[in-house]
């Protein structure tokens, strides 16, 4: 059974930092590319970043040079570190196994002073 399970958001003020993780289970993480998506109230959930099977990351222009995606494939974790945070960036951040239906519950990230 696969399950992702976010942590590591919350309150931060403009230009603080925070790194979202997400544990994966039931699949394995080496062989799959995983997303970051985002939904910000009264929006439509965005793409934020992506990493393919070989390593390589792919960002939005939105947070490009801010935010960096990496992953542990021994700990099965996927991780979103977050620089430089603008109110902007508030919103639920959820991870996803790309072209799969499988997304974890999302966490929270508000940045506001």
């Known amino acids: 059974q696969v399950q992702l399970v976010e942590s590591g958001g919350g309150l931060v003020q403009p230009g603080g930092s925070l790194r979202l993780s997400c544990a994966a289970s039931?699949?394995?993480?080496?062989?799959?590319?995983m997303s970051w998506y985002r939904q910000a109230p009264g929006k439509q959930r965005e793409w934020v970043a992506r990493?393919?099977?070989?390593?390589?990351?792919l960002y939005a222009d939105s947070v490009k040079g801010r935010f960096t995606i990496s992953r542990d494939n021994a700990k099965t974790v996927l991780y979103l570190q977050m620089d430089s945070l603008k109110p902007e960036d508030t919103a639920v951040y959820y991870c996803?196994?790309?072209?799969?239906?499988?997304w974890g519950q999302g966490t929270q990230v508000t940045v506001s002073s």
């Open positions: 996803h196994v790309v072209a799969t239906m499988y």
């Open positions: 039931g699949f394995t993480v080496s062989t799959s590319a």
């Open positions: 990493i393919s099977i070989t390593g390589s990351p």
